[in-house]
């Protein structure tokens, strides 16, 4: 008899069509068994309360209630209940299929694939589910027994170990299957393997609760073991409540819309069906509505992916998955909903208060996941286009677009208030700051720094006293270092006049004039820059403003151009007396000025000159200076005695009256250009260019029979005195080349002590000049070569018969000709013998060999110094080079160490007896000039020597290299006892 076909749809008609397409084929049965492995240890390993709860909120939607999920652990099993539509024939049939939802697609409608449900597989073999009055069960152990009877599959099943696809047989409950709880439509019951932790479990089931009733709005009530957690919407938020009365609550933002055809047509045919898209982002806050921090953050779609997120808010979004929910499915879908999804974050941003919204703009750093780069971009793209941002002119003006928005990059709000009428698109305080600024940069905000405040405000017309609080603002933040001096160079400043002044640089604050600006007044003097009293600030001074005392007006560049054209004013007919008078008084206060030398004085001819061209009557000065410098076709005058009466000395000096001979300073010259006699030939005459510039001007100007008068003048004042002894100054070279002493350039005498010159240089005139003027006028003190010009007066000096100059003194002139280090020079016709005569250069030769002088006359011979430098400078021969000589044959070789002699006065002087041997001569003859000389010592290769102490003195001094005692050798030659070295 043939077994009755079960009923269609039951568990027992699915089942039997399953083990049937298993018997058919077994390659099907390890394909069904490898894809429940794929989901159960892949893509749905750790999601089984999040699945449970996505169908638990699928039902309460299709229900149209919101619902409830209760978890318990009863008799071993991990029971989950939920409120909603039961589960029916098509649920049924789903939970045994592989990616077959019952469910159909829709806005509230969060299942998709139908493989959630191996999520429990993580927990349990043999889950059931119990839904209205019908329930199922799947059974591990029971679908191994049902595989064990095919014959086909018994060896895969052997092969697999036993390990069977649990969810694609269905089995009826048990009999005694307990109905679902009271108040619920539907449990599922687990019974919890032996190796899962269960208080773990439902640990992490807990710490999920509320990531779960934020992404279900459907949910509105999870209960755990007696603890629940409630959802409850607050018109743009979300509070949710736990089971100790904390309330977590989520700021709210929500956009849906629809899926464009060519979007669609990218979800295969059941996600196609569902056209609409929808997305809430969601931003966790305190209870006074400040932002809280979210860490690792993930897409929700509506559950977690393990798409990573770097954005400060939460966004669950319906966007289209892979089957594991993990991974979104890239896509034209999915563009439009996450660019649907940017466009609703300026409002969510918005909501915040506005010293939180910066902390809304996505951080830099390399992006978790593709999808985060994306939304990173798209978010910038909206928060540049959309308005979020608080306008520092509200309530007048509405939020600002991030790409029209202007943050003051420092930490003033008092500022930002100050410029809110003044910058169009700036942003509120409190957001301002380096920090707001690098927040805001990304979306397109520009920065508003030091320099650019200042930019911003030039020109713009504001009360005194707006400017006084601008500049306390700002004078907070250069003492806070925010702001650089520099960037307020250019800083308005509002004058007395009404004028502004395009920075403080220069401008003078009121402070105690004591009277000085009405006596300026009175001299006409316009441009003085006084700060208006309303609008003045400490601030000002540190931009180089100046309190206006009586040495800063005298400073400022109005006055400084009013004396420059002073004497064209008067040659012109104008009145320069109130200003002649009004400096002089400025002057008796904060002492003088270079440029006040420009200033107009009366010259006793009834012109006027600059201050510098004027000599006080009277003066010093006058009695050494020429007479043809003086008046009006002279470069200096005479100051006007009537006109200078009553007014103070020091105050006529101060501005450049001479009283004496001046003195020009530059410590830092950079050219000749000082108005000094002969400066450009000074400056030429240097090795390198001058450090400074301390010289007396007007030198040139000293009558030439005056000069013994203007020398002690020159010493009597410091300052000139300084000038006068500067080492390598202009006005000691001058001098020495340019004065005269009795007819005679300093630098041609010598001082009348300097003994050791006589012959080489005159002496001094005598002359109540001190020795120290003399010596820094250049007047010679000792020998010395200090450059070309020396070197070729020596040599015109050591040729001029006319001088008595000592042999010894020539030799020293020569050594010290031959040592110095000065560019070459024109040698005279005539040179200086060692005898002291003058001969003409082309008989005279170099002595470069000792040994030479007994051939050579002492009147064709010059020695000094190097030979060779010697023969060098002066074109001379070496005599050496001038001579061929031989000694006469005969002699005795003797070693130096076999004359007894020898060793003692080696030992006397301590050196070593030298090696080697000398020729010994009864009487030694060179013949040399075609004539025989009988000579004590000779060297010809070897050393020649008479048998003589003088010869072979000689002989072993310039062997052993003690040629400068050869005179003492001689001498311990003769008698080798140390009393002759010590007597």
Same mark, same amino acid.
């Given at each position: 008899?043939? %077994?009755?076909?079960?009923?269609?749809?039951?568990?027992?008609?699915?089942? %039997?069509?399953?083990?049937?397409?298993?018997?058919?084929?077994?390659?099907?049965?390890?394909?069904?068994?490898?894809?429940?492995?794929?989901?159960?240890?892949?893509?749905?390993?750790?999601?089984?309360?999040?699945?449970?709860?996505?169908?638990? /909120?699928?039902?309460?939607?299709?229900?149209?209630?919101?619902?409830?999920?209760?978890?318990?652990?009863?008799?071993?099993?991990?029971?989950?209940?939920?409120?909603?539509?039961?589960?029916?024939?098509?649920?049924?049939?789903?939970?045994?299929?592989?990616?077959?939802?019952?469910?159909?697609?829709? /806005?509230?409608?969060?299942?998709?694939?139908?493989?959630?449900?191996?999520?429990?597989?993580?927990?349990?073999?043999?889950?059931?589910?119990?839904?209205?009055?019908?329930?199922?069960?799947?059974?591990?152990?029971?679908?191994?027994? /049902?595989?064990?009877?095919?014959?086909?599959?018994?060896?895969?099943?052997?092969?697999?170990?036993?390990?069977?696809?649990?969810?694609?047989?269905?089995?009826?409950?048990?009999?005694?299957?307990?109905?679902?709880?009271?108040?619920?439509?539907?449990?599922?019951?687990?019974?919890?393997? +032996?190796?899962?932790?269960?208080?773990?479990?439902?640990?992490?089931?807990?710490?999920?609760?509320?990531?779960?009733?934020?992404?279900?709005?459907?949910?509105?009530?999870?209960?755990?073991?007696?603890?629940?957690? +409630?959802?409850?919407?607050?018109?743009?938020?979300?509070?949710?409540?736990?089971?100790?009365?904390?309330?977590?609550?989520?700021?709210?933002?929500?956009?849906?819309?629809?899926?464009?055809? *060519?979007?669609?047509?990218?979800?295969?045919?059941?996600?196609?069906?569902?056209?609409?898209?929808?997305?809430?982002?969601?931003?966790?806050?305190? /209870?006074?509505?400040?932002?809280?921090?979210?860490?690792?953050?993930?897409?929700?779609?509506?559950?977690?992916?393990?798409?990573?997120?770097?954005?400060?808010?939460?966004?669950?979004?319906?966007?289209?998955?892979?089957? $594991?929910?993990?991974?979104?499915?890239?896509?034209?879908?999915?563009?439009?909903?996450?660019?649907?999804?940017?466009?609703?974050?300026?409002?969510?941003?918005?909501?915040?208060?506005?010293?939180?919204?910066?902390?809304?703009?996505?951080?830099?750093?390399?992006?978790? $996941?593709?999808?985060?780069?994306?939304?990173?971009?798209?978010?910038?793209?909206?928060?540049?286009?959309?308005?979020?941002?608080?306008?520092?002119?509200?309530?007048?003006?509405?939020?600002?677009?991030?790409?029209?928005?202007?943050?003051?990059?420092?930490?003033?709000?008092?500022?930002?208030?100050?410029?809110?009428?003044?910058?169009?698109?700036?942003?509120?305080?409190?957001?301002?700051?380096?920090?707001?600024?690098?927040?805001?940069?990304?979306?397109?905000? +520009?920065?508003?720094?030091?320099?650019?405040?200042?930019?911003?405000?030039?020109?713009?017309?504001?009360?005194?006293?707006?400017?006084?609080?601008?500049?306390?603002?700002?004078?907070?933040?250069?003492?806070?270092?925010?702001?650089?001096?520099?960037? #307020?160079?250019? #800083?308005?400043?509002?004058?007395?006049?009404?004028?502004?002044?395009?920075?403080?640089?220069?401008?003078?604050?009121?402070?105690?004039?004591?009277?000085?600006?009405?006596?300026?007044?009175?001299?006409?003097?316009?441009?003085?820059?006084?700060?208006?009293?309303? $609008?003045?600030?400490?601030?000002?001074?540190?931009?180089?403003?100046?309190?206006?005392?009586?040495?800063?007006?005298?400073?400022?560049?109005?006055?400084?151009?009013?004396?420059?054209?002073?004497?064209?004013?008067?040659?012109?007919?104008?009145?320069?007396?109130?200003?002649?008078?009004?400096?002089?008084?400025?002057?008796?206060?904060?002492?003088?000025?270079?440029?006040?030398?420009?200033?107009?004085?009366?010259?006793?001819?009834?012109?006027?000159?600059?201050?510098?061209?004027?000599?006080?009557?009277? $003066?010093?000065?006058?009695?050494?200076?020429?007479?043809?410098?003086?008046?009006?076709?002279?470069?200096?005058?005479?100051?006007?005695?009537?006109?200078?009466?009553?007014?103070?000395?020091?105050?006529?000096?101060?501005?450049?009256?001479?009283?004496?001979?001046?003195?020009?300073?530059?410590?830092?010259?950079?050219?000749?250009?000082?108005?000094?006699?002969?400066?450009?030939?000074?400056?030429?005459?240097?090795?390198?260019?001058?450090?400074?510039?301390?010289?007396?001007?007007?030198?040139?100007?000293?009558?030439?029979?005056?000069?013994?008068?203007?020398?002690?003048?020159?010493?009597?004042?410091?300052?000139?005195?300084?000038?006068?002894? *500067?080492?390598?100054?202009?006005?000691?070279?001058?001098?020495?080349?340019?004065?005269?002493?009795?007819?005679?350039?300093?630098?041609?005498?010598?001082?009348?002590?300097?003994?050791?010159?006589?012959?080489?240089?005159?002496?001094?005139?005598?002359?109540?000049?001190?020795?120290?003027?003399?010596?820094?006028?250049?007047?010679?003190?000792?020998?010395?070569? *200090?450059?070309?010009?020396?070197?070729?007066?020596?040599?015109?000096?050591?040729?001029?018969?006319?001088?008595?100059?000592?042999?010894?003194?020539?030799?020293?002139? &020569?050594?010290?000709?031959?040592?110095?280090?000065?560019?070459?020079?024109?040698?005279?016709?005539?040179?200086?013998?060692?005898?002291?005569?003058?001969?003409?250069?082309?008989?005279?030769?170099?002595?470069?060999?000792?040994?030479?002088?007994?051939?050579?006359?002492?009147?064709?011979?010059?020695?000094?110094?190097?030979?060779?430098?010697?023969?060098?400078?002066?074109?001379?021969?070496?005599?050496?080079?001038?001579?061929?000589?031989?000694?006469?044959?005969?002699?005795?070789?003797?070693?130096?160490?076999?004359?007894?002699?020898?060793?003692?006065?080696?030992?006397?002087?301590?050196?070593?007896?030298?090696?080697?041997?000398?020729?010994?001569?009864?009487?030694?003859?060179?013949?040399?000039?075609?004539?025989?000389?009988?000579?004590?010592?000779?060297?010809?290769?070897?050393?020649?020597?008479?048998?003589?102490?003088?010869?072979?003195?000689?002989?072993?001094?310039?062997?052993?290299?003690?040629?400068?005692?050869? &005179?003492?050798?001689?001498?311990?030659?003769?008698?080798?006892?140390?009393?002759?070295?010590?007597?």
């Amino acid at each position: 008899m043939t %077994a009755p076909s079960p009923e269609p749809g039951s568990a027992e008609a699915l089942r %039997a069509a399953v083990l049937r397409a298993w018997a058919e084929s077994p390659t099907r049965f390890t394909e069904d068994a490898n894809a429940e492995e794929d989901l159960r240890r892949g893509g749905y390993r750790d999601r089984l309360f999040v699945e449970l709860a996505q169908n638990a /909120a699928d039902a309460a939607a299709q229900a149209g209630t919101p619902g409830t999920l209760r978890v318990s652990f009863v008799d071993g099993e991990l029971r989950v209940a939920n409120t909603g539509a039961p589960i029916d024939d098509a649920g049924i049939a789903a939970l045994a299929s592989l990616r077959a939802s019952a469910k159909r697609p829709g /806005a509230d409608s969060v299942g998709r694939f139908g493989v959630g449900f191996a999520a429990v597989l993580a927990v349990t073999d043999a889950p059931r589910v119990v839904s209205g009055d019908r329930g199922v069960a799947f059974s591990a152990r029971r679908t191994q027994d /049902a595989v064990a009877e095919l014959a086909g599959v018994r060896e895969q099943l052997a092969a697999r170990a036993g390990d069977v696809p649990v969810l694609r047989l269905l089995w009826e409950p048990e009999p005694d299957e307990t109905p679902v709880p009271q108040g619920f439509d539907t449990e599922i019951r687990l019974p919890v393997r +032996s190796d899962v932790d269960v208080p773990a479990l439902l640990a992490e089931i807990e710490a999920g609760v509320r990531d779960v009733l934020l992404a279900l709005p459907w949910l509105r009530t999870v209960e755990i073991g007696g603890a629940g957690w +409630s959802r409850v919407p607050d018109g743009d938020a979300v509070e949710i409540t736990g089971p100790d009365g904390a309330v977590e609550r989520w700021l709210t933002r929500a956009v849906s819309g629809e899926f464009t055809p *060519e979007a669609l047509a990218t979800l295969g045919v059941e996600g196609s069906a569902g056209r609409c898209w929808n997305c809430v982002w969601a931003l966790p806050v305190d /209870a006074g509505g400040a932002l809280l921090p979210l860490a690792d953050e993930v897409l929700h779609a509506p559950t977690p992916t393990d798409e990573r997120l770097s954005l400060p808010a939460r966004l669950i979004a319906t966007v289209p998955v892979d089957p $594991s929910r993990r991974r979104i499915a890239a896509g034209a879908a999915v563009t439009e909903v996450l660019a649907g999804a940017a466009t609703a974050y300026p409002a969510l941003a918005a909501a915040l208060p506005p010293a939180q919204r910066p902390s809304m703009v996505p951080g830099g750093g390399f992006p978790l $996941s593709e999808v985060d780069a994306s939304m990173r971009g798209l978010v910038l793209g909206a928060l540049a286009r959309e308005p979020w941002l608080p306008s520092a002119r509200a309530p007048r003006d509405g939020d600002l677009t991030g790409s029209e928005a202007s943050v003051l990059g420092l930490a003033s709000g008092e500022l930002a208030d100050l410029l809110a009428e003044v910058v169009p698109g700036l942003v509120a305080a409190p957001l301002c700051g380096p920090e707001t600024l690098r927040r805001l940069g990304p979306p397109g905000a +520009s920065g508003l720094g030091g320099a650019a405040v200042v930019e911003a405000v030039t020109g713009i017309d504001r009360p005194p006293s707006w400017w006084r609080e601008l500049y306390t603002a700002l004078g907070a933040l250069v003492d806070a270092r925010e702001v650089a001096v520099d960037e #307020l160079a250019a #800083l308005p400043v509002p004058l007395r006049d009404g004028r502004t002044l395009p920075g403080p640089r220069g401008a003078l604050l009121a402070g105690e004039l004591s009277g000085l600006a009405e006596v300026l007044a009175e001299a006409e003097v316009v441009g003085l820059r006084l700060v208006h009293p309303d $609008s003045a600030h400490p601030l000002l001074e540190r931009l180089g403003a100046r309190q206006a005392d009586t040495g800063d007006l005298l400073d400022t560049p109005a006055l400084a151009e009013a004396v420059e054209r002073s004497v064209s004013d008067a040659l012109s007919g104008m009145d320069v007396r109130p200003l002649v008078d009004a400096l002089l008084r400025m002057v008796s206060q904060a002492g003088g000025r270079e440029w006040l030398g420009a200033l107009a004085l009366p010259a006793r001819d009834g012109g006027w000159r600059p201050a510098r061209e004027l000599v006080l009557p009277g $003066s010093a000065l006058l009695d050494v200076l020429d007479p043809g410098a003086l008046g009006e076709d002279g470069p200096l005058d005479v100051l006007d005695e009537a006109g200078a009466r009553g007014l103070p000395v020091e105050a006529l000096t101060a501005v450049g009256v001479l009283d004496g001979f001046a003195v020009v300073t530059d410590e830092e010259p950079t050219e000749p250009g000082h108005d000094l006699p002969e400066e450009r030939e000074w400056w030429q005459a240097r090795a390198t260019p001058p450090a400074r510039v301390l010289a007396v001007r007007d030198l040139d100007l000293v009558a030439d029979d005056a000069w013994p008068s203007a020398l002690r003048l020159l010493a009597a004042s410091p300052s000139t005195r300084r000038a006068l002894t *500067e080492p390598g100054g202009h006005t000691g070279w001058w001098i020495s080349r340019y004065a005269l002493l009795d007819g005679d350039a300093p630098r041609d005498l010598r001082l009348a002590t300097a003994n050791d010159l006589a012959g080489l240089y005159d002496a001094v005139p005598a002359r109540e000049v001190g020795e120290d003027v003399l010596r820094a006028a250049g007047v010679r003190t000792a020998l010395a070569v *200090e450059d070309a010009e020396d070197a070729a007066d020596l040599l015109d000096r050591l040729a001029d018969p006319d001088r008595p100059i000592p042999p010894g003194l020539a030799i020293r002139v &020569h050594a010290a000709l031959a040592l110095a280090e000065v560019e070459p020079v024109d040698v005279p016709g005539s040179v200086r013998a060692l005898d002291g005569s003058v001969i003409p250069a082309d008989r005279a030769v170099v002595l470069d060999e000792p040994w030479l002088t007994a051939v050579w006359p002492a009147d064709r011979l010059v020695a000094g110094g190097p030979p060779e430098r010697l023969a060098e400078l002066l074109d001379l021969p070496l005599a050496g080079e001038e001579t061929e000589a031989e000694p006469d044959g005969g002699g005795e070789a003797v070693r130096w160490a076999e004359l007894g002699a020898v060793a003692l006065v080696a030992d006397l002087l301590g050196f070593g007896v030298p090696d080697g041997r000398v020729i010994v001569h009864e009487v030694l003859t060179v013949r040399a000039h075609g004539l025989a000389y009988e000579v004590p010592w000779w060297v010809a290769g070897e050393p020649h020597a008479e048998d003589s102490p003088a010869g072979l003195g000689r002989a072993l001094a310039w062997t052993a290299g003690r040629w400068a005692e050869r &005179h003492l050798v001689v001498a311990l030659l003769e008698e080798p006892e140390p009393m002759t070295l010590l007597g």
